[in-house]
């Protein structure tokens, strides 16, 4: 095995990774520093101003840059709060794009009920104000905690009206509060000279930019979710405090030491088990930790050792069936196979079975390297060649110079878009010129159901007419999960006859348990089934991932008809509320919501790495917002909304004709510059538009409608295109359904600004 050198110095790896807590604890502090001392920070670059009393602020500086603080706060923790708790929400109800769709939209259509209701009270403390807005998040982890243990199983995947019921009530309390803030600054800062609501809307998505950053940060560095939840929780209530209450000089470092001996506990006594064994009753957790690719958490379930990724069981000690399964259906049709490549899943259970074949080298290929670290393994290794490689697997696959007798594919069903790719048109062709002219492909998109409905058939029928494309024989075997073998040589599902030809002893993948005549019946059952006339799963057209999300929501038939008027309740109704004269931002901040799912979608298709860049992506749109609708842009400015919306029209026209190009293009520093650039100019036009009609807004009742409009239509742009649109008509019919929004809400305003 290729593995790098260790010192075996106890007192060295403890403090292997202290300097990135030791840097986590300095950021920390410096943004505490920076909330507090933001004037100073804009008197450094700029002469000082003297503005009028505010009244709002009557136990604090009275200055633009105390606003300005206070809105850089409110964004960065409305942000970072946001990631955090859509990581979890994720993990505990699967993780598919509708999930995520949904929680992006119920958080925006919280925060627009807030922004809305805020205009209407007379609440204009500051310090209740944002007390009760840090003291959100600590509502909203309290909610997840006790409905995930009192109406949510372990392990399981709840359905998708219960899924959605549980997002609404974690993220009603907190989300409404911050949209409530938002508006109430924005209203105290519109009386400011020079401040209006661009401004303060561009200054707040700064401080969401600084958060996605170092969230990015922190999961790269040891920092696990609830980690830091609690840390921006302590800050959130330390900047209050310091800023608001009047504290001496004395009592401000009491309060400084006090801050950072709270912080320093919650980094060393690592909090995430304790909040993992909440969650995860009936396993009694040992560790947990997040990487940026999910959550990794062991423990003991009975006498098993157990280990959870994202809430899911991943791989426990006995589980024989499934890993005998995986191996050797594929394995037993090949005649002293050399080469194997095992994409994800367990390493060391699988290897012993691969073992049983001689195999000369193993390439294993996982995204996640912590989760070879949670790996234990107390047999020798008796494969000579064995390569652990910590990239993406399409990527690898599509650049990889070797060729391989098996391909084993153990990632699990195309839920979502990330995992739609691996099963795709253009990932079997990738693995295709990899084989050997008589090697074999197995995957497994799903579990084996007892009975294969219309959603069903659907959903496997897409992925078995993509893999009969691009091969001679495709065999479904119906195991513990429905496999899928594919090869351009025939394939036997005589597994009790081979095993007793090959000499490979088993346990359960043999004539003790298996009988060659059912299983060959229950393949003609299958096959039977099957219809041919289903569209293939494409990159372009992720078809599967749909059927996958029908055939999940077709489990719970009682429930179609009340998630149908849920969804229509939460994010159509809103579109009657709003105004003619907002319709443009409505529909425009709709089609940008839609198009950044759409990006990232493009860029995960392209580069195949998406972890490190997507960052990059969401910044990019988020800088393109704060530059719009916060600086005074000549190009933009002397243009009115009808210049703007045909602008927006041909900046997603001309994605679509770029789409393909960015998709077959190997150069990924290309694709993700492109991807940038495309994201911010959209964006820049977007909060310009915000700006235009918020620019004249002195009266605090006049951003709220605006703002909600903005917030209701991102988060109909993220359920129906993350949830709908682009699974089931594709990306490119998807792009061109955003020039029809933008042109809507164009002929929108054109009638209501007569």
């Given at each position: ?10 007192f ?5 990774g ?8 300095f950021?920390?502090t ?30 604090t ?42 929680f ?16 209407k ?26 409905l ?15 899924s ?33 609501p ?22 790269h ?14 800050s ?24 950072l001996?709270?912080?320093?506990g919650?980094?060393i ?11 995860l ?12 690719y ?13 280990t ?12 024989i ?16 196979p ?16 691969i ?31 064995l ?23 153990l ?14 048109y253009?990932?079997?062709?990738h693995?295709?010129k990899?084989?050997k002219?008589?090697?074999?492909f ?20 897409s ?21 899928l ?24 993948v043999g ?21 041919e006339?289903v ?7 992720p ?13 719970s ?9 849920l ?13 003619r ?14 198009y950044?799912?759409?990006l990232?979608?493009?860029?995960q298709?392209s ?16 800088s393109?917002?704060?530059?719009g ?14 210049i ?19 998709v ?27 700006r ?31 949830g ?27 009638k209501?600004?007569?």
């Amino acid at each position: 095995m290729h593995t790098a050198p260790e010192w075996d110095a106890a007192f060295l790896k403890s403090m292997a990774g202290q300097h990135v807590v030791l840097g986590m604890a300095f950021i920390s502090t410096g943004l505490l520093h920076f909330f507090l001392h933001y004037s100073r920070f804009r008197n450094l670059f700029k002469k000082r101003e003297s503005d009028a009393p505010n009244e709002f602020y009557c136990r604090t500086q009275r200055t633009r840059g105390a606003i300005g603080a206070n809105l850089f706060a409110v964004g960065f923790v409305s942000s970072a709060i946001q990631l955090l708790l859509l990581r979890e929400i994720l993990n505990i109800s699967g993780g598919y794009e509708l999930i995520a769709g949904t929680f992006l939209g119920s958080w925006l259509m919280a925060s627009a009920a807030g922004s809305a209701i805020a205009p209407k009270t007379s609440i204009t403390n500051i310090l209740s104000i944002n007390l009760l807005f840090f003291s959100g998040p600590v509502i909203s982890v309290f909610l997840l905690i006790i409905l995930s243990r009192l109406f949510l199983n372990p392990g399981e995947t709840p359905s998708y009206l219960a899924s959605i019921i549980f997002t609404l009530i974690v993220l009603v309390p907190f989300c409404f509060i911050s949209g409530f803030t938002f508006i109430k600054l924005v209203s105290e800062a519109s009386s400011i000279k020079d401040f209006r609501p661009g401004r303060s809307f561009a200054v707040e998505t700064s401080g969401g930019i600084a958060a996605g950053i170092l969230i990015s940060f922190a999961s790269h560095g040891g920092i696990n979710n609830y980690q830091a939840i609690i840390l921006i929780i302590i800050s959130g209530f330390s900047y209050t405090v310091i800023s608001q209450s009047g504290l001496n000089r004395r009592n401000l470092m009491l309060t400084g030491i006090i801050v950072l001996a709270l912080s320093a506990g919650v980094i060393i006594s690592a909090p995430d088990k304790y909040f993992r064994q909440l969650l995860l009753r009936g396993l009694t957790v040992t560790d947990s930790s997040d990487t940026p690719y999910g959550n990794i958490t062991r423990g003991m379930y009975g006498e098993e050792k157990s280990t959870y990724y994202d809430h899911r069981l991943l791989f426990y000690s006995d589980d024989i069936i499934e890993r005998e399964e995986d191996i050797h259906y594929p394995m037993l049709q090949l005649d002293n196979p050399e080469a194997v490549l095992l994409v994800s899943g367990s390493l060391y259970p699988h290897l012993g079975e691969i073992n049983k074949y001689k195999a000369k080298r193993v390439v294993y290929v996982e995204r996640d390297p912590a989760l070879i670290k949670a790996e234990s393994s107390t047999e020798p290794f008796k494969i000579p060649d064995l390569l652990v490689e910590n990239k993406d697997a399409y990527t690898f696959i599509k650049n990889a110079g070797e060729k391989f007798d098996a391909v084993i594919l153990l990632l699990p069903p195309p839920s979502s878009l990330l995992l739609n790719r691996f099963y795709t048109y253009e990932f079997f062709m990738h693995v295709k010129k990899v084989l050997k002219p008589e090697g074999v492909f197995s995957c497994a998109p799903g579990i084996n159901p007892d009975y294969l409905n219309i959603e069903s058939v659907l959903f496997f029928s897409s992925i078995y007419n993509s893999l009969k494309a691009v091969f001679r024989y495709v065999v479904p075997v119906g195991g513990n999960k429905l496999y899928l073998l594919a090869a351009d040589k025939e394939i036997s599902i005589s597994f009790c006859e081979l095993t007793e030809k090959k000499g490979i002893s088993n346990l359960y993948v043999g004539p003790d348990y298996l009988a060659d005549d059912l299983t060959e019946l229950k393949t003609d059952q299958i096959i039977s089934v099957i219809d041919e006339s289903v569209r293939l799963n494409h990159i372009l057209t992720p078809v599967a991932t749909f059927y996958f999300q029908a055939y999940n929501i077709s489990k719970s038939i009682n429930e179609k008809l009340p998630l149908i008027i849920l969804l229509a309740l939460l994010f159509l109704l809103p579109l009657l509320t709003v105004r003619r004269t907002n319709m443009l931002m409505y529909f425009s901040s709709s089609a940008l919501a839609g198009y950044e799912i759409i990006l990232l979608l493009v860029l995960q298709s392209s580069v195949g790495n998406m972890y490190q860049v997507t960052g990059l992506i969401l910044a990019g749109l988020l800088s393109g917002l704060a530059v719009g609708s916060g600086l005074s842009i000549p190009f933009l400015e002397s243009r009115t909304y009808r210049i703007k919306s045909w602008l927006l029209i041909i900046c997603y026209l001309a994605m679509y004709f770029a789409i393909k190009r960015l998709v077959d293009s190997d150069s990924n520093v290309f694709v993700t510059v492109a991807l940038i650039i495309s994201g911010f100019i959209p964006a820049a036009i977007t909060g310009n538009l915000f700006r235009e009609f918020t620019q004249t807004a002195m009266v605090p009742s006049v951003p709220s409608p605006v703002y909600s409009a903005d917030l209701a239509g991102s988060a109909a742009g993220c359920i129906v295109f993350s949830g709908f649109a682009v699974p089931l008509i594709g990306i490119g019919p998807s792009l061109l359904i955003f020039p029809v929004l933008v042109l809507t809400g164009y002929l929108f305003a054109l009638k209501a600004r007569k």
